[in-house]
Structures are given as C-alpha cells and as structure tokens.
C-alpha cells in the first residue's frame, strides 16, 4: 500500500480510547486500546511519549537532539511509524 | 514447563441474556452453580493483574445484567486494565451509560445480528435491532470508542455491504465481520448456519474492497469462515500463551468454549485456587501448551509455531479427541469429515433450515420448525 506522506506540520496525537502506560511486568511502554496490546519498541515509545500537541517536525527536531543520527533517515523512520500508528488508528493527525 | 504470561482476561461475567441467538458460544448446557460475587470477581481481578494480565473483556451472556457492571469496571480500572464492554446492547440507557462511562469504561464492542430490523430480530429470537441503533448513539454521545461486531452466516451474509454501510453510518471505529464458528449452540445449528461456498467467496469480495475502500476510516477485521479454508486459525495464539477466560461460576479456561466443547478436561474454579497457580500448573493449561502434545502432522509441520495445530475445541467437537490436529486443516487425516459436510450443505442449495434458539441457563431449548415457527419471540 502506498503510504502517504505526513505533513511537518501535523500535530500527531493518540486516538481516542487508546492509552499509553507502563507494562508493570516488563518496565517498558505497551499501547493499549480496543482489543488490542502493542508493546512498544524504544523507538516508538520515544515517538508517543513526544505525541503531546507537538508537529511531526518539532518531534523529529527534539529526536535528532537525543540521538547522534543522519536527520533523513530518522526523519523517514518517524514518519514511517506515524504512518503505521495512523493506519492502525491508534494516533490520530490534526 | 515454563508459562508465559497472559495478556488478556476474558470476564464471562453471567450467562444470562435477553437475546436467544443461534450462534451464540456460549455452552448449550450450563450447570446452575451460583455466579461469581462482586467481592470474587474483585479478587480475580487482582490476582488476573498480578500475572501480567493488561486488558479485559467483560462479557457473557449480557454483561449488562449484572447491576454490579459498573462497579466491575471500576475495580478493573483502579487495577490499570483497559476495559472493554462486549455487549448487545439491550439495558444500556442514559443513567447505566453514565454509569459505565463514570467507572472508566475504555472501549464497546456492540454486536449487531443484521443491518435490517426484521432480519436482526428473527435472528436474535427478541426485538433487540432498534435498542442497539439507540445504545450505539448513547456510546457515540459518551465518547466511548465503539466497535461493531457481525456475527456472519448464511442467513445474513448477503447482506455484508449493508451491514458495512451500518457501521460507517452509525461511526463505528472499528468493524467485526466474524464468520461464524461452531461452537455451543453454533455447533448444534451447523446445518442452518453454514453459508454456501458460493456465498463465503462473494463475502471475501466485498470484505476486501470494504477494507481498502475505508482503510484509515473504519478499521475492518474479517474473520474467516475456517471450514472453507485449508489451513486452520492459528486459535488463540496458542493454548494458554497470551488468554484466559473465567466464567461465571468461577471456572477458568484457557477458551471460553472448552468447558462444553472438552468434557474430559477438569477445570479449576477460583473458588477453590488462585488464578496463579491455575495459570502456571494446572493440567488444563498445561495439557495443550507449547508443541510437545502435538501429534503428526502437526509434530514436524514448519507451520506448527504459526497455527499452533488450530483449535482444540474444534478438533474435540469434530474427531472426538482435542488433541488431534484441526481437521479443518488440509493435511489432517480427518478433513473428509469437513469436506462431506461441506458437500452435502452445497449440493443442497443452501436452503433456510430450523435453527434451535439460544435459551437461558435453567430453561429448556425449543426446536423451532416442526410444530410452530415462530420469527420473533
């Protein structure tokens, strides 16, 4: 499927009924919603822990400052996961 | 051997209900042991957290008619569990809304027999259609997400656009489109519930371009009708890896349906042993965990990991042993028992058979057919 691009300046947040929280077995993030466990990698839990009114490029802007990465592929790599979280419903963009 | 941990309780909490579907899961015979209490589901509840458990699913029979629902979803909240409320939607007015919301209901699945009234109640034996449009508008007005569920089968599967058109109208985050599985009273309705071949490849059609039509929109989960496939479902992602039931009377199952459909599998019950210990030793759970049960073909399949050898409860209901391999499954030497079935319903034309109604715990079914027919009850 051919995945379109996400603007910078969308504002990603998670949908509604969809809860970001601790997993208590485990110490690590899990995305919680309809019927539904997504246990978070580091990446994307760094992504949603940013989803909090910020634009897609200001999330990008506070990653490359956390990582020593090349900006474009991380860029892609944000953009890749918003688009799968969006498609899953689980975020939603405004 | 080492268990894993669940992720997923599935709360039966009563198996009372108003509607009398033919479909229904639950067990064609229930014995009339008292339902858990409020203060016993509040322990389960706690123990469910304490191994790993992250979601729960209250349903039944009709959740609904517990009074104590609210007070359920409440302890579950308190716990941190996200909450699901698996409903028809009959009892939900403005103040057990309220209530429900209040308590910090997450998310509702609302189950639908058809798009058309007369179709839905003739199939919910009750006329129940009208109550659930007015509960899906009550769950959209509290901002609760909301999730249909179709339970697909040969008198309403040609009606699948329509029911997609339902949901889209009534603005469903997510869409059911569940073939039946025969299960309790499904299995004893197999007969008149199984749709024609000819019907089950129509369906997949228009599922499919539903799907990319509304990607992004309505999320759309199809589940297959397994007879018809070649390989079995991979059910419940293993026996005793990431589920658990407890019904109403306390007894825990790995399936909601193993306690009708494997009769020579003892199930501990709550009241006497703490879910811990039920989890990780007992022979239940045990019985069918992992791969070292499996017999050949499963044994040395390189799908074993990927379908778990399908359903114990399917492979117990159809060969009579739950530990054979799923004989929806092409390679099982039993798959000629799905395959003469299938047959025989398709050379038939698929023609509207007598369905026994779903009937509460405690009441007698009535074969509707012979002596009366009657569509709404």
């Known amino acids: 499927m051919q995945t379109p691009t996400i603007a910078g300046s969308a504002q990603p947040t998670l949908a509604r009924g969809v809860r970001l929280q601790t997993d208590p077995k485990t110490g690590n993030s899990v995305l919680l919603f309809p019927e539904g466990v997504l246990e978070l990698n580091e990446t994307a839990q760094d992504i949603l822990t940013l989803c909090d009114g910020r634009t897609v490029s200001e999330i990008i802007q506070a990653l490359a400052e956390e990582y020593d990465v090349d900006l474009e592929m991380l860029a892609a790599d944000v953009r890749e996961i918003l688009a799968d979280l969006q498609r899953r419903k689980l975020i939603e963009l405004t | ?377």
Request: proline share 6%.
């Open chain 2, 1 to 377: 051997m080492m268990a894993p941990r669940p992720y997923a309780l599935l709360a039966e909490i009563t198996y009372r209900c108003p509607l009398h579907c033919p479909y229904c899961s639950n067990p064609t015979q229930t014995r009339s042991d008292q339902e858990l209490t409020t203060n016993e589901w509040t322990r389960v509840i706690r123990e469910a957290v304490a191994l790993g458990v992250l979601q729960i699913g209250f349903s039944g029979g009709e959740p609904l008619v517990r009074r104590d629902l609210p007070d359920l979803i409440r302890a579950a909240r308190e716990a941190n569990l996200y909450t699901n409320l698996i409903t028809s939607g009959i009892g939900l007015d403005d103040d057990r809304m309220g209530a429900l919301r209040n308590a910090g209901l997450d998310s509702v699945q609302l189950s639908f027999q058809s798009d058309n009234t007369d179709l839905a109640d003739e199939i919910a034996g009750a006329r129940a259609h009208q109550h659930k449009l007015d509960a899906a508008a009550k769950i959209r007005a509290a901002g609760i997400p909301l999730s249909l569920n179709f339970v697909i089968h040969r008198r309403n599967i040609d009606r699948l656009l329509q029911m997609i058109d339902l949901a889209e109208s009534l603005q469903a985050e997510r869409v059911e489109l569940a073939n039946v599985q025969f299960y309790g009273w499904a299995f004893l309705n197999r007969a008149a519930l199984l749709p024609t071949r000819e019907q089950v490849v129509r369906a997949r059609e228009i599922a499919n371009a539903a799907k990319a039509r509304l990607a992004g929109k309505i999320d759309i989960f199809y589940v297959l009708p397994d007879y018809y496939e070649n390989r079995p479902k991979p059910c419940l992602s293993g026996w005793g890896q990431r589920y658990l039931t407890v019904n109403p009377i306390g007894e825990v199952l790995p399936c909601p349906t193993a306690s009708s459909a494997i009769p020579d599998l003892r199930f501990e019950n709550v009241r006497a042993r703490e879910l811990d210990w039920i989890w990780r030793e007992s022979e239940s759970f045990n019985r069918f965990r992992g791969t070292e049960w499996m017999p050949e073909p499963c044994q040395s399949c390189p799908q074993r990991e990927i379908d778990f050898g399908g359903c114990r409860c399917q492979a117990a209901l159809l060969t009579g042993n739950a530990g054979n391999t799923d004989p929806v499954c092409e390679l099982s030497p039993n798959r000629a028992s799905v395959d003469a079935l299938l047959r025989n319903l398709n050379s038939s034309g698929g023609q509207t058979r007598d369905w026994t109604y779903r009937v509460n715990p405690g009441t007698r079914p009535v074969i509707f057919g012979a002596f009366e027919r009657r569509a709404k009850v």
